[in-house]
Structures are given as structure tokens and as C-alpha cells.
């Protein structure tokens, strides 16, 4: 009998737990920087705003600063990080070239962006969960429907996911892919209502917040835990919803087509 | 019978700039087929649209009878390919890439397989150590490991012994040829075309992204006629005298070096006599048979490292 002979059954779905399996070992090999690091940063938020400069704020009747903050936190954390992972990981490999590695293989783009998502959407819910867990420390919260909430951090957390691969396709050095998440991401969250309700603006500035994308995760996220909000709930998951389904099918166009990873 | 590659018409341009034009040729099943041309010609261009890599502006490519574009997921299957460029994930080890390798093509676990590429490379001492701390051959024959590690039928190598050492390449091609009597069909480029003459069974020659020669090695080999006279002078020429221009000349090693070639009956001796009497001083001569260098050199005047042809 030849020793050499090709396997005669594939396993439909190797290829994809196989990439989602390696994206999830990438960032756990260098935690300190994946995980340890934005968990130290949201509970340095958390001290700050919590313990110290939050007991002097009131910005919404019936919570502390702190029950105020928190979920934004959270948020920020699941946010942040999942665009991160698919961001950081896509561009290094078409940055160093070893995303031939997948182009020569039998992976399809659906199984490319699922791997690559879940992944993501791990790391984010994982430092999500982790800051959580810090902030019971610092405030009670009432937890108003929590299946709501797991649903809005696991939709923005796929938002952010997309945008992550749709960052890294489209940037060509490391200076441009960080621009997307100093110049647009971070003020885009700091501006939509982490830190403050948007009631609480003048008006003209309140209704351009209406405009941020941002304020509508934001919003959505806090009110499935406190309760209240600025708008009605269905209003944000449908509008975080919508984005996430536009991203989808924009990340989904370019990796479909190879753009900038197939020559 | 159906045709391990089959290339119809292929054409791929860059920024406007052809790359590959209109090629096209078959390798059998069970070939070692061997394809060659200097730097720029087209050849790793092919390859990464046979691979996938590279997207193909036309033509058609078929791997075992199935279209590399309409069938992309059994095609990926049966083709492995090493590519010239050394491309590693540094946060893995060895051991760790072969299996993720492994798969991403959906191949289920086969540790003997794996096993047997790990000692036929001889990358068994270096499992366990991350991809950054190996040297340039290792991670070629990591490259190489890899690009087997699903069993392909037809099997694509892109210069797999460029900068490996004289016992490693001899294993290479040794266990390249026993996967080759297995059934496996091999593609491949390389600068060392004393191993392209003994390897392969045909030979093709690409230059500016075309094809200018496909035919049986030893076919392309007799293309060349004569004995070759390499003579190695006291004191480089800078140009050859017109009298022996009858003789094909070809100067190389910055002028150290005259190529000459005899014609049938045409002796040695008198050549000899005709340079001495133009006052060039030889140090040393040489008898050769044409090889695969020459015939490249006359079809392309270009040397396969690239270096320009010497003649003028």
C-alpha cells in the first residue's frame, strides 16, 4: 500500500474551528497586552470615577456616578477590544505575509470572518466580563434585563469585529490603522455618552449626539442594566443592529473579492 | 487521462505592466516538471495564480480536471504549495503551525505522515522552538513540511533549496522524488539548474512573462550543439576580439572567464593556438557539455541568478 495518499473524507468544519481555535491562542499568548492591559485601564477608570471624583458627580436622578459610569465602562472594554483583535491580527498577517497561509487553503470567507469574529467578540466579552466583575467592587447595579444586556455587548461586540477586519483591510501601514481607533473610535465613544447622559448637554449639542453611532450602543447597553436612557431601547438595538448588519456586509464584500489580500 | 495542471491562455498584468502573457501548458500527472526563467519572468506569478494568491485577469486554470476558480475549495485540496517568499507566524512553534496547517485544510489528524515530513526534514530537534528563533533553511524547511502536510496530488515548490545546505537539498530532492514515484506530481522553480536537469522530466522556460521554451530536458539539452570551451584567462578582457566571434564568445567572471563553443571536429588545440596568437595569456582551460545554464543563457542571455550574459 503507498504511504502516500491523499485523505479520502475532509472535515467540512476543521478549517474553521482550526482558525477560530489559532486567533483565540494568539491573543491569549500575549494576555498581558490582550487582556491584563484594558482590564488595568477600566479599573483605573473605575477607581477614578467610582471611588474618588464620582462620589462630588450627579448627572442622573436615582444613580450614583458610579452605577452611571459602569456599564459605559464595560462597554468600552468589549468595544475596544474586539476591534482590536480582528484589526490588530488581520493587518500583521497581510503586513508580514503569512496571510498566504490562508489564501492557499480551502478556507471559505464565510468560515474567514466567522473565525475571525468569534474570536474577537472572545477577547471582547472576556475583558467585558472582567470589569464587570471589578466594578462590583465600586457600585451595585440592578440588572434590569440581563439577557438584553448579553444580547446588545455580543452585538456591539460584533460590530466592532467588523469594523476591526474592514480597518485592516483598508489601512496599509500601522500609523493609518491606528488612526481609526484615536480618531474615530475613542472620540466617538468618549463624545457618545460614556462618561455623561447627553440630556445633560445644551441642546444643539445634544441633538448632534444624535448623529453619533456611538451614543446608540451606548445608550442601549446602559439602559438593558439601569433602566433608563436617552432614547427607547428598541430605537438603539435597532440602529446598533442596522450597523452591525451594514458592517457585516461591508467586511463581508471586501474578503469576499480579496480585497488587498489576493494580488 | 485528465491533467494534473492544465494552464489555458493565461495573462495577468500589474498596474498595467503584463506579468504573465498568455501562457499555457499541461504537466502530466506523476511529472516532476520543471519551470524556469530568470528573475521578473512570470514564474512565481504563476504560481500564486495556480495557489490562489493572486487573483487571474484570464485564462483558466485546472488542477486534475477541476477549474481553480468555480471549484476553489477541491483544488486548494489537491495542490500544496511552498512559495519562494519566507512567510512564518512568529507566535507559533513548529509543532503548533504544522497542525494548525494541517487544519485549515480540513485533513483529519495522520501523525505518521506528520511524523515522517518532521524526520525526512530533519526539523524533529527544533518542534518545540517559535518560528523567530530558527534559521533561514529551517524556516524553508518548515516551508516545505507545510506545504505536504495535507497530502497534496500535485505539489509546488518555489525555489525550496535556496539558501538550504548541500546534505539537507540532497534529502529534499531525495524524498521529493519517492513522493513523486507515490504518484505525487511536482512543480518546480529553482536557480540550481543542475538540479532541474536531474530532476525533471520537461522543462519550461519563461521570460518577460512569457513562454519561450517547453520541451523533454534532454530535448532542450540538445538544443545546444558542440562542445563548450571554458577558458580562464591571466588578465581579464574587457571586450573579445573580433577574430574569434566564429566561436560564439561569452565573457564572464568580469572578464576573467571566455566561453567558447567548438564546433563538431573543430579541435581544442587550434582554438587554443588562436587566442595565444592574439597575445591572451590562459591560465587555465576547460572542456564542457552543454547543460541547462547555456541553453538558458541562449534563450534568455540572461544567466538564472539573473547576471547578464556575458557576450559582446
Redesign the interface.
Known amino acids: 500500500m503507498?504511504?502516500?495518499?491523499?485523505?479520502e473524507?475532509?472535515?467540512?468544519?476543521?478549517?474553521f474551528?482550526?482558525?477560530l481555535?489559532?486567533e483565540v491562542?494568539?491573543f491569549l499568548?500575549?494576555s498581558f497586552q490582550t487582556l491584563l492591559a484594558p482590564i488595568v485601564t477600566a479599573s483605573l477608570y473605575l477607581f477614578v470615577f467610582g471611588a474618588t471624583l464620582g462620589e462630588r458627580i450627579s448627572v442622573m436622578e436615582g444613580f450614583s456616578y458610579a452605577q452611571f459610569v459602569i456599564p459605559g465602562l464595560i462597554l468600552m472594554g468589549v468595544i475596544t477590544n474586539s476591534f482590536a483583535n480582528t484589526s490588530s491580527s488581520l493587518f500583521i498577517?497581510r503586513y508580514?505575509?503569512?496571510i498566504?497561509?490562508?489564501?492557499?487553503?480551502?478556507?471559505?470567507a464565510p468560515q474567514f470572518i466567522f473565525a475571525y469574529t468569534l474570536a474577537a467578540m472572545l477577547r471582547g466579552l472576556l475583558v467585558g466580563s472582567a470589569v464587570l466583575g471589578i466594578s462590583t467592587f465600586f457600585a451595585e447595579l440592578p440588572w434590569v434585563h440581563p439577557f438584553a444586556t448579553l444580547v446588545m455587548a455580543a452585538l456591539a461586540s460584533f460590530l466592532f469585529a467588523q469594523f476591526g477586519l474592514i480597518a485592516a483591510l483598508h489601512a496599509n501601514t500601522m500609523d493609518a490603522l491606528s488612526m481609526f481607533n484615536n480618531f474615530l473610535i475613542v472620540p466617538l465613544i468618549y463624545l457618545g455618552g460614556v462618561f455623561y447622559p447627553i440630556s445633560i448637554l445644551p441642546p444643539f449639542w445634544e441633538r448632534l449626539s444624535h448623529f453619533n453611532p456611538m451614543f446608540y450602543i451606548i445608550d442601549g447597553f446602559r439602559q438593558t442594566i439601569l433602566g433608563v436612557g436617552d432614547v427607547p431601547l428598541i430605537v438603539s438595538f435597532s440602529a446598533t443592529f442596522a450597523m452591525a448588519l451594514a458592517l457585516f456586509c461591508w467586511a463581508a464584500l471586501l474578503i469576499g473579492r480579496?480585497y488587498k489580500l489576493?494580488? | 487521462m485528465i491533467s494534473a495542471l492544465h494552464i489555458e491562455h493565461l495573462h495577468k498584468s500589474?498596474a498595467g505592466t503584463p506579468a504573465v502573457r498568455d501562457l499555457s501548458l499541461t504537466v502530466s500527472p506523476g511529472e516532476i516538471f520543471g519551470l524556469l526563467g530568470p528573475n521578473g519572468a512570470g514564474k512565481s506569478?504563476t504560481i500564486?495564480m495556480i495557489?490562489?494568491?493572486?487573483?487571474i485577469d484570464s485564462g483558466t486554470v485546472r488542477v486534475f480536471g477541476h477549474d481553480n476558480c468555480t471549484e476553489?475549495?477541491?483544488t486548494?485540496?489537491?495542490?500544496g504549495?511552498m512559495?519562494q517568499?519566507i512567510?512564518?507566524?512568529?507566535?507559533?512553534t513548529i509543532d503548533?503551525a504544522l497542525r494548525?496547517?494541517a487544519?485549515?485544510?480540513?485533513?483529519?489528524r495522520?501523525n505518521?505522515?506528520r511524523e515522517?515530513l518532521i524526520d525526512q526534514l530533519g526539523l524533529g530537534p527544533h518542534l518545540h522552538k517559535s518560528m523567530n528563533s530558527l534559521s533561514g533553511g529551517l524556516k524553508r524547511r518548515f516551508m516545505v513540511a507545510?506545504a505536504m502536510i495535507?497530502?497534496?496530488?500535485l505539489l509546488i515548490l518555489d525555489e525550496p533549496t535556496a539558501g538550504v545546505d548541500v546534505e539537507l537539498r540532497r534529502n529534499l530532492w531525495d524524498f521529493v522524488r519517492e513522493?513523486n514515484r507515490?504518484?505525487?506530481t511536482v512543480l518546480l522553480t529553482t536557480h540550481y539548474l543542475e538540479e532541474a536537469e536531474q530532476m525533471c522530466g520537461r522543462i519550461a522556460i519563461m521570460n518577460h512573462g512569457e513562454l519561450i521554451a517547453l520541451e523533454e530536458t534532454s530535448r532542450l539539452l540538445a538544443r545546444i550543439e558542440g562542445r563548450h570551451l571554458q577558458v580562464t584567462l591571466e588578465h581579464p578582457l574587457q571586450e573579445v576580439p573580433a577574430e574569434l566571434h566564429d566561436l560564439q564568445p561569452a565573457l564572464r567572471e568580469s572578464g576573467q572567464m571566455l566561453h567558447l563553443v567548438l564546433e563538431a571536429g573543430q579541435g581544442a588545440g587550434a582554438v587554443l593556438r588562436r587566442i595565444t596568437d592574439l597575445g591572451i595569456e590562459v591560465g587555465d582551460v576547460e572542456t564542457l557539455r552543454p547543460g541547462l545554464e547555456e541553453v538558458f543563457l541562449h534563450l534568455t542571455g540572461k544567466r538564472p541568478d539573473n547576471g547578464q550574459a556575458g557576450g559582446k
Open positions: 503507498k504511504r502516500f495518499r491523499q485523505p473524507k475532509f472535515v467540512a468544519w476543521l478549517p474551528a482550526t482558525l481555535q489559532k491562542r494568539r499568548r500575549v498577517s508580514l505575509g503569512n498566504v497561509d490562508l489564501l492557499v487553503t480551502p478556507i471559505s480579496g489576493r494580488l | 500589474f506569478t500564486n495557489s490562489g494568491v493572486c487573483r476553489r475549495c477541491i486548494r485540496r489537491l495542490v504549495v512559495h517568499e512567510v512564518t507566524d512568529n507566535f507559533f503548533r494548525i496547517h487544519g485549515y485544510y480540513g485533513v483529519p495522520d505518521s505522515w515522517l507545510k495535507h497530502k497534496p496530488r513522493i507515490d504518484g505525487v
